[in-house]
């Protein structure tokens, strides 16, 4: 089946740093990839959608400067949060999408996740 | 909006079947999804139904999909302690790439 690594799985920052976070579809080439935040105990809320090549579309809320991503590849793409604070710590996963052929149904496969603390 | 919602929390003992309910609210939509989420992971899809059908059967899972209620169930027959985990519905309308998940549900199965 189709595989989706993120990277680094756990990261520990200072405040004011930025993180980078790696996100590669293994075995197939994904036309859009996502990203998602999910806070303790809580539903995974969508951040941004991007597509290989072209400027990412952030959701409502998002703040665009704050989590910059990058596609420029139909197998990488990243997240990187800049000047984090202890309030952007949050689980963050990523996933990637391809067309299956019948129909229309995209199917989304989710990295692991990565732990994001900012002391 | 797009709305999907669930029950929080579900306790079954070892060897019950558990009932996990969804309910959304978009009526466009084609695919319902059941993921699967341990601690500390991503997720994991379980089995997906397609909106023209009733019912899925998948080993111990079984999907039921009332659409004119927007209800969606997922049953786990036999469930065992690996079972317990958040499991997220989501719904998906054909031609966009948008999901939209569930609040989740933290299934405890106890020995």
């Known amino acids: 089946g189709a595989v989706v690594s993120q990277h680094p799985s756990r990261v520990i920052c200072k405040s004011g740093t930025s993180v980078k976070i790696e996100c590669r579809s293994l075995d197939f080439q994904a036309t859009t990839m996502f990203w998602y935040r999910q806070f303790p105990k809580q539903s995974l809320m969508l951040m941004a959608t991007s597509n290989e090549g072209s400027k990412a579309t952030y959701e409502q809320g998002v703040e665009k400067d704050k989590f910059l991503i990058n596609h420029a590849s139909l197998t990488l793409s990243t997240l990187t949060v800049t000047s984090a604070h202890p309030e952007d710590s949050s689980f963050y996963i990523c996933?990637?999408?391809?067309?299956?052929?019948?129909?229309?149904?995209?199917?989304?496969?989710f990295g692991p996740g990565t732990r994001l603390t900012v002391l | 909006g797009e709305d999907v919602e669930q029950s929080l929390f579900l306790s079954v003992r070892e060897g019950d079947s558990s009932v996990i309910n969804c309910t959304y609210t978009d009526s466009s939509s084609t695919y319902l999804y059941w993921y699967k989420q341990e601690p500390g992971a991503g997720l994991q899809l379980l089995t997906y139904i397609f909106s023209n059908m009733d019912m899925k059967q998948d080993q111990r899972l079984t999907v039921l999909l009332n659409k004119k209620d927007k209800h969606l169930s997922l049953r786990i027959a036999d469930t065992q302690t690996g079972d317990s985990a958040i499991y997220f519905c989501?719904?998906?309308?054909?031609?966009?790439?948008?999901?939209?998940f569930g609040t989740g549900t933290r299934l405890k199965v106890l020995a």
């Open positions: 996933s990637a999408s391809t067309f299956l052929g019948r129909g229309q149904r995209v199917e989304q496969f």
């Open positions: 989501a719904e998906h309308t054909s031609g966009t790439y948008k999901y939209i």
